[in-house]
């Protein structure tokens, strides 16, 4: 059974603090790796990961997969409050028609 | 549409009630998907159409779970004969393409059921 699994499932920072969030998976034909930010709303796309050691980079955050290892981290630097959130890591395999698998999320708290 | 709308943002049912959710995904977009999520776990695949052909309804999970879209566009979730279980925030996602694309998500609808 394909499975994504996040570290931690919850996270308090302080404005300005660095984080770095984890995602390990097991699935079969492995296609690509997502990112996404929730809020009280719609999940927001950050990233798509398909090659290993490429980083993607947006402004403060960061994200580099290791296929060998099968996982991801997701770095978000000086952190601020708008940063809170759950951040869902999901992956997508190569069969045509199977669905995103997502992982728990892990939940940041940036506080001032 | 500039995203993917959902409607309604909130619901609430008495338990034996049928409710339907809708979906209106990005213009364009040919796979539509529906996912559960419940308190504090990641969403859950529900079903999966590319235009108006639902290719999978793998995580439906029971026969009281029916998705349909009939014209390739606009989709409906309904939920039969609701139950306290069937609470949780459903969402719609769609995709320019097939699942491997990049799926945008509308802001789901939290069904509680009484």
């Known amino acids: 059974e394909d499975k994504v699994v996040q570290s931690p499932l919850s996270l308090v920072v302080h404005e300005g603090d660095t984080v770095t969030l984890n995602c390990s998976y097991e699935?079969?034909?492995?296609?690509?790796l997502l990112w996404y930010k929730q809020e009280k709303k719609a999940p927001t796309f950050l990233f798509m990961l398909?090659?290993?050691?490429i980083e993607k980079k947006s402004g403060r955050l960061s994200s580099i997969l290791d296929k060998k290892e099968l996982f991801s981290i997701l770095n978000i630097t000086a952190t601020q409050t708008g940063d809170s959130a759950v951040y869902l890591c999901?992956?997508?395999?190569?069969?045509?028609?199977?669905?995103?698998?997502f992982g728990k999320g892990t939940r940041l708290s940036v506080i001032a | 549409g500039a995203g993917v709308s959902q409607s309604p943002r909130y619901k609430v049912a008495k338990r034996g009630q049928d409710v339907a959710l809708r979906c209106d995904p990005i213009?364009?977009?040919?796979?539509l998907f529906w996912y559960q999520q419940a308190l504090g776990q990641g969403p859950e695949f529900l079903t999966y159409?590319?235009?108006?052909?639902?290719?999978?309804k793998s995580g439906l999970p029971s026969d009281r779970f029916f998705a349909e879209r009939p014209e390739g566009s606009v989709s409906t979730l309904k939920i039969q004969r609701t139950q306290q279980e069937d609470s949780a925030v459903y969402l719609c996602?769609?995709?320019?393409?097939?699942?491997?694309?990049?799926?945008?998500f509308g802001a789901g609808t939290r069904l509680s059921v009484l």
């Open positions: 996602a769609s995709s320019l393409g097939g699942p491997q694309n990049i799926q945008y």
């Open positions: 159409f590319q235009n108006e052909a639902q290719l999978d």
């Open positions: 213009s364009g977009h040919v796979s």
């Open positions: 398909t090659s290993s050691g």
């Open positions: 999901a992956v997508g395999v190569l069969s045509g028609n199977t669905p995103l698998v």
């Open positions: 699935v079969t034909n492995f296609r690509s």
